[in-house]
């Protein structure tokens, strides 16, 4: 079986470098997809409360015959349940749904600057799922350098994980530096750009990561895919990376990414195709309908 290198957390955690995520995976769907990410080998999931999918993917732990001390599961608070009361409970509901006593890591999904506030709670709130040991590990998703300063400055422990918007379109090396700077590691989603697709190369046109020629130069004279070599240059960055697909074929392809190296020079290539367009949504944006979704119980 392929060995996926792990990623050492702040607090001393361990973690699968490559993850598998099932943002936008139907519930319906969710189950199978997870059940062949762990035949294949994977062994970090990611999930959120707010994909709704919870469920299906504590099913295909249940099944699939691993121990539990075997697979590293992530899920994330939504931000209509932020608040110290709120938080704990919304760690039941995922707890509930997922089947699990213990979760690996919870992070929050949004910083929600318009609330920050109860952003604070929520995260103190994870502070004390830590320290009695409900969580192994806490961090924040979607967090931008001035978000993390405000947060450090009214809790007391510092994220471990810091999930961000990140592919060869836009890299944010200035979250990157903020987060190694503060001992936090920096977890890419959409790690091959695949989730959305990036205007900004004139009126009505769109490019994606997939069909860059300079990837496909690289993916060429390794004899690999593009997504393939996108995702071996997070891990050779140090990041992790959360793919997703419901394809049996392309999880497989997706995991098989530890058998050659980027040469510094392909690195660099990479690196320099930053455009600074962002694909998802601005973390900055209040988004008062979308935060107020709120999450069912289990």
Known sequence: MTMI??????????????????????????????RAALEVGYRHIDTAAAYGNERGVGQALAQSGLARDDVFVETKVWVSDYGYDQTLHAFDKSAR???????????????????????????????KLLADGAVRAIGVSNFMPHHLDTLLGQVEVVPAVNQVELHPYFT???????DAQHGVL????????????????????????????????????????????????????????????????????????????????????IDALDTGVRGGPDPDVPRPEFFARAIPEA
Request: net charge negative; glycine share 8%.
């Open 5 to 34: 290198p792990t990623l050492t957390l702040n607090n001393g955690v361990t973690m699968p470098a490559l993850g598998f995520g099932v943002f936008q995976t139907p519930p319906d769907e969710t189950a199978a997809a997870v």
């Open 186 to 269: 920096t977890q890419a989603w959409s790690p091959i750009g695949g989730i959305t697709f990036y205007p900004g190369w004139g009126d009505d046109t769109r490019r994606s990561t997939l069909d860059d020629p300079t990837i496909a130069g690289i993916a060429a004279a390794h004899g690999r895919t593009a997504a393939q070599v996108m995702l071996r240059w997070h891990l050779q960055q140090g990041r992790s990376a959360i793919p997703k697909s419901v394809t049996p074929a392309r999880i497989a392809e997706n995991f098989d990414v530890v058998s050659f190296d980027l040469t510094a020079d392909e690195l660099a290539a």
């Open 97 to 127: 749904k997922l089947g699990l006593d213990q979760l690996d890591l919870l992070i929050l999904h949004q910083p929600a600057p318009d609330r920050f506030d109860l952003t604070v709670g929520a995260y103190r709130a994870l502070e």
């Open 172 to 178: 944010q090396p200035t979250v990157q530096a903020a």
